[in-house]
């Protein structure tokens, strides 16, 4: 079983930043590609930045240059730091991650419970 923990969410003025992280706990031996997702309300899920184990990133074009995506993968730890904050950045951030490999096997599809993230103008 593993379990995705986020924190680092929170109310921050247009122009600020925030550090999010997503830390796996468990049996872990392996965390594969992970991604950070937004929903806001009334619209859907989107990605927002996603990592390989090896630290290829990959962002959307909205964040391009004002998101950076790492890894710490001793730690079985991403973080998403986010600089230049917009109100348009509000909803609800979310970490998933492909595929983790336990000591049980591997599971698929992990989901953190989310952490809000607030930017007032």
């Known amino acids: 079983q593993v379990q995705l923990v986020e924190s680092g969410g929170g109310l921050v003025q247009a122009g600020g930043s925030l550090r999010l992280s997503c830390a796996a706990s468990?049996?872990?031996?392996?965390?594969?590609?992970t991604g950070w997702y937004r929903q806001a309300p009334g619209k859907q899920r989107e990605l927002v930045a996603a990592?390989?184990?090896?630290?290829?990133?990959n962002y959307a074009d909205s964040v391009k240059g004002r998101f950076t995506i790492s890894r710490d993968n001793a730690k079985n730890t991403v973080y998403l730091q986010m600089n230049s904050l917009k109100p348009e950045d509000t909803a609800v951030y979310y970490c998933?991650?492909?595929?983790?490999?336990?000591?049980?096997?591997?599971?698929?599809?992990?989901w953190g419970q989310g952490t809000q993230v607030t930017v007032s103008s």
């Open positions: 998933n991650i492909d595929q983790v490999i336990t000591a049980r096997g591997p599971i698929f599809g992990s």
């Open positions: 468990g049996s872990i031996f392996r965390i594969g590609v």
């Open positions: 990592i390989t184990f090896g630290g290829t990133t």
